[in-house]
């Protein structure tokens, strides 16, 4: 299985540029004629992406060329997005292990069936990207199921109570709350696989067939990523409300 391309050319950076250039301004012309007032955002969120990916790409190369740096590189992936999950569930004691625990199991659970069953050879070129795409999955299903749980906890803080005052524990209170918030994370993700090659072609998928892979090796490949993302987001998204209801001993304060 491959997952790199060809190199960018020289001659190819020129076109690059003006096509970015001409996405956000699109962007910033619909912002502005919907008065969504964020023009500045679009344009920071895609400079920062830029100057990003640019680093990554250099930091991928070295992991790549030392494959031994591949489970730091993970763990480093790891740690920023329960950083920037927690970050989301703002106000919340503990919040970065809650996040970290979630996006970890979410993303060990997917990664392991995958990887036990040789389906996916352990080779740093395979386990990092794909590695990377499980924790990312983990981290929007945590993020996601979490304010959701916090949210309706903090609107229906008077049903959170009233089970209290039957004697209830705070996982017992917020049981059917927990449950709504992990199920409607999930959505998304189920929305994808449903939809696969339907409503649209996947990333991996295209970027296979653009580095030269087969149209069945490409399926292949696009295949264990929905199938371990739909995993990944689905233990995640289960683990970090059961582990916030039982925190949720005081109404959540605002974020």
Known sequence: MSWHAAPVSPAEVGPLAVALLLLVAVAVVAGR???LGQERA?????ARAVVQVLVVGVVIGVVLATPVLA????ALALAVASGTSARQLGGLRSAWGVTGLAIGV?????ALPVLLTGALERDARDVVPFGA??????MTATTLAGRRLLDDARQQWDVVEGWYALGATPRQAT?????????????PALDQTRNVGLVV?????????????????????????LA????AETVAAVVVTRLLARALVLRPVEA
């Open 71 to 74: 489970p730091a590189y993970l």
């Open 33 to 35: 004629a919907g008065g």
């Open 133 to 138: 795409q499980l924790v990312g999955g983990a």
């Open 106 to 110: 979410g993303a060990a659970a997917a």
């Open 42 to 46: 679009v344009v920071v969120a895609v």
């Open 175 to 187: 049981a059917q709350l927990a449950r709504t918030a992990a199920a409607r994370s999930v959505g």
């Open 201 to 225: 072609l996947p990333g991996a998928f295209v970027g296979l067939l653009l580095g030269g892979a087969s149209p069945l090796e490409a399926a292949r490949v696009q295949l264990l990523v």
């Open 228 to 231: 371990g993302l739909l995993a």
